[in-house]
Nanobody, 128 residues
C-alpha cells in the first residue's frame, strides 16, 4: 500500500522560506514521478511542481517559478519542495502526490488526474 506523509509546513512571514518533505513507502520510489499540489478552501487543487523519476526533469507552475524548487532523494524515498520568497498568496494546504503506474523516464505529470495517491496535506500560512 502506497503511503505519502508530508511534513514541514508552518506559519511564516512574507519573504521567508520553508522546505516541505514527503516520505513515500509501499513501492519502489524511483520508478515514479512525484508532484506537489496546493489547495485553498473553496478552490480546486492547483499544480505546483513535479519531478521525474530520476530527478532529471522538473516542471513548475508559473506562479512559483524562480521561487520554488522540487527535488528528490531516491535513497531516502523522499521528495522535497523548497519554497523561497514566500508570499501571502502561497498560503494553502500542500499535498504531495504519486501516480498509479510507473512513469516514463522524463515524465513530469501536471494534472490532478495523473495522480492516484495523495498525502494528508500540510498547511502553509504566509502573513504579510
Amino acid at each position: 500500500q502506497v503511503q505519502l506523509v508530508e511534513s514541514g509546513g508552518g506559519s511564516v512571514r512574507s519573504g521567508d522560506s520553508l522546505r516541505l518533505s514527503c516520505a513515500a513507502s509501499g513501492r519502489t520510489f524511483s520508478n515514479y514521478a512525484m508532484g506537489w499540489f496546493r489547495q485553498v478552501p473553496g478552490k480546486e487543487l492547483e499544480f505546483v511542481s513535479a519531478i521525474s523519476r530520476s530527478g532529471g526533469s522538473t516542471a513548475n507552475a508559473d506562479s512559483v517559478k524562480g521561487r520554488f524548487t522540487i527535488s528528490r532523494d531516491n535513497a531516502k524515498n523522499t521528495v522535497y519542495l523548497q519554497m523561497n520568497s514566500l508570499k501571502p498568496e502561497d498560503t494553502a494546504v500542500y499535498y504531495c502526490a504519486a501516480p498509479l503506474a510507473s512513469s516514463a523516464y522524463y515524465d513530469t505529470p501536471r494534472r490532478t488526474h495523473d495522480y492516484a495517491y495523495w498525502g494528508q496535506g500540510t498547511q502553509v500560512t504566509v502573513s504579510s
